[in-house]
């Protein structure tokens, strides 16, 4: 949407083909890739506090439970053939609303791991599971079972990134450490 309405390209034809934050950022730059971020993140937000701003209870159960519909929606969209992004950072806007500190720490988690990687598909994947074991820890048995069929359905989703890293042709963001490292053995080899 972001790409049509203000740089007249249809994101679904150029880089990845996906509508995601991560494409767009490759596709249209830094500027459009932070918008499509917050949209993104926001309609996870949005979507899950609908229950509490309707004061319907129990809301923690139907904040995950809104989120996950938000979720669908993200990533089978109606208006483009049920086809859509992979649900990351409207995950990450269903944490947000449902507990703000778990969304802190799965940002910290992956920013660490992207500086760590280069790859936005491992931090994502990880970045799952990691939240998944952490939600076990807080005895939060919902937001578990809720955690891990996210990470099921996002290593799903990243199938295609899967097979690229297997073979050493997953894309990398231009920093962090496992970049610098490809970039100096690339040049060594010249």
Not at 107 to 119: A, E, G, Q, Y
Not at 141 to 155: E, K, R, Y
Not at 158 to 175: A, G, S
């Amino acid at each position: 949407m972001i790409g049509q309405l203000f740089y007249h390209k249809d994101i679904r034809d150029y880089g990845s083909g996906n509508i995601g934050t991560t494409n767009t950022f490759r596709v249209l730059g830094k500027t459009a890739g932070v918008i499509v971020l917050i949209l993104d993140i926001l309609k996870g937000a949005l979507a899950a506090a609908l229950p509490i701003w309707g004061q319907l209870t129990p809301p923690h159960y139907l904040v995950l439970v809104f989120g996950l519909a938000a979720i669908l929606g993200h990533s089978f969209s109606i208006f483009i053939k049920f086809k859509g992004g992979k649900a990351v950072a409207t995950s990450a806007g269903i944490l947000l609303t449902y507990n703000p500190g778990f969304f802190a720490i799965a940002v910290t988690i992956f920013l660490l791991i992207l500086i760590t990687s280069s790859m936005v598909s491992v931090a994502s994947m990880l970045g799952m599971i990691i939240i998944t074991i952490w939600s076990l820890y807080y005895h939060d048995l919902f937001l578990s079972c809720v955690a891990l069929g996210l990470t099921f359905f996002i290593f799903y989703r990243h199938r295609e990134n899967i097979k690229r890293i297997r073979q050493h042709t997953e894309n990398l963001v231009p920093f962090g450490w496992y970049y610098r490292r490809h970039q100096s053995a690339h040049k060594n080899k010249k």
